[in-house]
């Protein structure tokens, strides 16, 4: 079976833009959550999704947010880009959305900001 | 807040060497433990976890005992392989969802 997957592997853009990023979960896995990984640093919640619902919800701000549809893939969204949003964006899915479910995380998108 | 604190790195260690990686943590509630392992160029692995005090987690060699009474959840493997060096990440839930707190991560380097 496939594994959680994302698009693109590598993004570069520059301050002020926006990006999207994808992710499709294990088949049959209705969970996905979103995590930065600042290099050197432990991964940080963003968000989690349900059934299309937000669960959960990081200390990041606005310009952050994220989408799940039917088919139970995913977006995370990034408004106005900042330096400091350099960083690698995993994406973990579970078949349910209890706290002790195990989370298969993807390779991640590397994003660069310039 | 939740929080997880384990002790930095770099760990170097000669091959079938014992491996303790200490990991403490600090939660409301009843926190879930685990423990992540990413590979050089691979994803996030869970290697093994424990959700309730006393338990063991255990997988591929490493285990871990879920200590509530020193908010604990050392990871431990008797003889470590070339093939274990990688990063390895503690972590915790205690929430409804699906929030896990992650350490900072501890890199293990085993020569041979």
């Known amino acids: 079976d496939a594994g959680v997957t994302q698009s693109p592997t590598h993004l570069i853009k520059t301050r002020g833009q926006h990006v999207t990023l994808r992710c499709s979960p294990i088949s049959g896995h209705k969970s996905v959550s979103w995590y930065q990984q600042v290099l050197g640093q432990g991964p940080q919640f963003i968000f989690q999704y349900y059934e299309k619902e937000e669960r959960g919800r990081g200390n990041f701000p606005d310009r952050f947010s994220a989408r799940q549809f039917p088919n139970y893939s995913s977006e995370l969204n990034v408004n106005a880009l900042l330096l400091g949003d350099s960083a690698l964006y995993l994406c973990?899915?579970?078949?349910?959305?209890?706290?002790?479910?195990?989370?298969?995380f993807g390779p991640g998108t590397r994003l660069t900001v310039l | 807040g939740n929080s997880v604190t384990q002790m930095e790195g770099p760990v170097t260690l000669s091959e079938e060497a014992f491996l303790t990686i200490n990991c403490t943590y600090t939660?409301?509630?009843?926190?879930?433990l685990f423990w992540y392992v990413q590979y050089p160029g691979e994803g996030l692995q869970l290697l093994l976890k424990?959700?309730?005090?006393?338990d063991k987690g255990s997988n591929k060699g490493f285990e871990a005992t879920y200590r509530k009474e020193t908010t604990s959840f050392h990871l431990e493997k008797g003889s470590v392989q070339v093939s274990d060096s990688a990063v390895y990440f503690c972590?915790?839930?205690?929430?409804?969802?699906?929030?896990?707190?992650f350490g900072t991560g501890t890199k293990l380097q085993v020569i041979p």
């Open positions: 973990a899915s579970s078949s349910t959305s209890v706290s002790t479910d195990t989370q298969y």
């Open positions: 972590a915790l839930n205690s929430g409804g969802y699906q929030k896990v707190t």
């Open positions: 939660a409301t509630g009843y926190p879930s």
């Open positions: 424990a959700t309730k005090a006393d």
